[in-house]
Nanobody, 114 residues
Framework: QVQLVESGGGLVQPGGSLRLSCALS????????MGWYRQGPGKERDLVAT???????SYAESAKGRFTISRNTAANMMYLQMTSLKPEDTAVYYC????????WGQGTQVTVSS
């Protein structure tokens, strides 16, 4: 099993920045892909960004140029740096890991509002 715990969410004004963190523990040696999803009010859960164990990254169109996914392998951490935030970025953000099975964190709320 893999455990994931997100942190770093909160309230931020439009145009602001926020960094989300995800701490991974458990049987992480089989993980080959990690990433972030988000679920806005009344919306489905959508992919935001992914990163592989080789460091390859991919982003949703809405995140390109504004969000950066990264990881610290030694610390078993993953991050999502978000800049130029918009009200439509408001959502619960979930980190996930995949090793043939999907594992999810509990989510952290990000609210972009003035």
């Amino acid at each position: 099993q893999v455990q994931l715990v997100e942190s770093g969410g909160g309230l931020v004004q439009p145009g602001g920045s926020l960094r989300l963190s995800c701490a991974l523990s458990g049987s992480i040696f089989r993980i080959n892909t990690m990433g972030w999803y988000r679920q806005g009010p009344g919306k489905e859960r959508d992919l935001v960004a992914t990163i592989t164990t080789r460091g390859s990254t991919s982003y949703a169109e809405s995140a390109k140029g504004r969000f950066t996914i990264s990881r610290n392998t030694a610390a078993n951490m993953m991050y999502l740096q978000m800049t130029s935030l918009k009200p439509e970025d408001t959502a619960v953000y979930y980190c996930y890991a995949y090793d043939g099975r999907n594992f999810w964190g509990q989510g952290t709320q990000v609210t972009v509002s003035s």
